[in-house]
């Protein structure tokens, strides 16, 4: 034996060891750091969590967990993230086609279905706003309104 083996014993590691999810939970924590004087979990942590929630179904509860992050003091690019991770959940939920996209800043927006003759939307979905789902809104005030799928008509 050399020197170097024999300096260095063999221990085999005592306990379980950290589940693949553990480990993503891990990294994507360092990549966005995220202070313990921050209230509430990370924008990172939710959007990871978000997607666990959809790839178990709940399209909903992913949704929703979205719309509590608070996206003011995000990245721009941790915004833009977030939104293509709404963006996606939204789209999968509201498949209609008759769903509006408005999105008035970097990681705001709110998914709006026309009720009655369409001068007024109901709030289906947001981000970064303080609308909740089910309330009215008028459309004349809404700039930039956009089909939420392709082929959708508004």
């Known amino acids: 034996m050399t020197t170097a083996t024999t300096s260095v014993p063999f221990t085999a590691t005592a306990g379980p060891q950290p589940s693949l999810e553990a480990l993503v939970d891990r990294l994507v924590e360092s990549i966005f750091r995220s202070t313990d004087d921050e209230p509430g979990q990370s924008l990172a942590r939710s959007v990871h969590d978000a ?57 705001r927006a709110a998914v709006l279905d026309p009720r009655g003759d369409g001068s007024t939307l109901e709030v289906l979905a947001t981000l970064g706003m303080r609308w909740r789902p089910g309330k009215t809104v008028s459309r004349r005030s809404l700039r930039g309104l956009r089909p939420l799928v392709k082929g959708g008509s508004q």
């Open 51 to 107: 997607r666990r929630l959809r790839h178990a179904g709940d399209l909903d509860g992913a949704l929703a967990l979205l719309a509590g992050v608070d996206m003011a003091a995000a990245e721009p690019h941790e915004a833009r993230w977030a939104y293509n991770e709404w963006l996606d959940l939204a789209r999968r939920r509201c498949r209609e086609g008759r769903a509006l996209v408005y999105s008035p800043d970097l990681g």
